[in-house]
């Protein structure tokens, strides 16, 4: 069984910044591969950013040169730095572990990120 429990956001105005945080317990962490994910009210849910075992990164087009996803193997945690924030990145933030084994897939419990001014 894997934990993973989100911290980090908050209410930024817009052109601000925010740095979500989320470790990762139960599992071998470095051959996770980590992602976060978000939705915001009345949508579907939608993949951010995704970062490999082996550090390849992926990121949705709206976030690209704005959001980094990085992770420190050796505290077990993935984060999100997300910069030049807009209204539109309104959402609950969710990190995600998965491998490519049946039923390896688990999500921790969202944190919300509003930007408002």
């Known amino acids: 069984q894997v934990q993973l429990v989100e911290s980090g956001g908050g209410l930024v105005q817009p052109g601000g910044s925010l740095r979500l945080s989320c470790a990762a317990s139960?599992?071998?962490?470095?051959?996770?591969?980590m992602g976060w994910y978000r939705q915001a009210p009345g949508k579907q849910r939608e993949l951010v950013a995704v970062i490999s075992s082996g550090g390849s990164t992926n990121y949705v087009d709206s976030v690209k040169g704005r959001f980094t996803i990085s992770r420190d193997n050796a505290k077990n945690t993935v984060y999100l730095q997300m910069n030049s924030l807009k209204p539109e990145d309104t959402a609950v933030y969710y990190c995600?572990?998965?491998?490519?084994?049946?039923?390896?897939?688990?999500w921790g419990q969202g944190t919300q990120v509003t930007v408002s001014s």
């Open positions: 995600n572990a998965r491998r490519g084994l049946p039923g390896y897939n688990y």
């Open positions: 139960g599992s071998i962490f470095s051959a996770n591969t």
